[in-house]
T-cell receptor, first 113, second 111 residues
Framework: DTEVTQTPKHLVMGMTNKKSLKCEQH?????MYWYKQKAKKPPELMFV???????INESVPSRFSPECPNSSLLNLHLHALQPEDSALYLC????????????FGPGTRLLVL | ELKVEQNPLFLSMQEGKNYTIYCNYS?????LYWYRQDPGKSLESLFV?????AVKQEGRLMASLDTKARLSTLHITAAVHDLSATYFC???????????FGTGTRLQVTL
């Protein structure tokens, strides 16, 4: 099973809402990632979790709050987002070994009104 | 700061033709990845290149890595319409699993 799943597929939220994105993998990977991708642009790394601990935060605004409850799950909590945060949010996972490829989920397309 | 550039940014090619996409990066790395993304879809891993001179081939695609020149190429042989997609290279540097993606090349294969 080389699948990373993400829910929801689409999300529309207002600037005062609180919502969460979910990501799950059952490949035994101990590294998980959140990326943000704007239209016609490459993905940009937001967060990296290694062994369920946050190891990289790419200076992401605090209105994005990641959480890794266990080795299979990764959440991204959203609060007070801005319209410019509208994007495709991609989750990925990989073995912790350096050089291993990252497997991407289908993404959540987020629209902030 | 690591910069990863691809060229061309857009490529329109006829079926049956050959072409090469180039990926240049600005700092030393021996870990380079190629991904494919269809419109509105996620990223699919194509190749992992982990050493100087590495060459990988899958079907009509062949990727190579020259770490001294900080250059990777993705060669397309006898293109078919199904290869139409955006192709990204990505470079991994440092001790953490941090990928920096290239600018992307949108490939359109026409009949």
């Amino acid at each position: 099973d080389t699948e990373v799943t993400q829910t929801p597929k689409h999300l529309v939220m207002g600037m005062t809402n609180k919502k969460s994105l979910k990501c799950e993998q059952h490949m035994g990977h101990r590294a998980m990632y959140w990326y943000k991708q704007k239209a016609k642009k490459p993905p940009e790394l937001m967060f990296v979790y290694s062994y369920e601990k946050l190891s990289i935060n790419e200076s992401v605004p605090s209105r994005f709050s990641p959480e890794c409850p266990n080795s299979s799950l990764l959440n991204l909590h959203l609060h007070a987002l801005q319209p410019e945060d509208s994007a495709l949010y991609l989750c990925a996972s990989s073995p912790i070994t350096l050089g291993e490829t990252q497997y991407f989920g289908p993404g959540t397309r987020l629209l902030v009104l | 700061e690591l910069k990863v550039e691809q060229n061309p940014l857009f490529l329109s090619m006829q079926e049956g033709k050959n072409y090469t996409i180039y990926c240049n990066y600005s700092t030393t790395s021996d870990r380079l990845y190629w991904y494919r993304q269809d419109p509105g879809k996620s990223l699919e891993s194509l190749f992992v290149l982990l050493s100087n001179g590495a060459v990988k081939q899958e079907g009509r695609l062949m990727a190579s890595l020259d770490t001294k020149a900080r250059l990777s190429t993705l060669h397309i042989t006898a293109a078919v319409h199904d290869l139409s997609a955006t192709y990204f290279c990505a470079v991994n540097t440092g001790t953490a699993s941090k990928l920096t993606f290239g600018t992307g090349t949108r490939l359109q294969v026409t009949l």
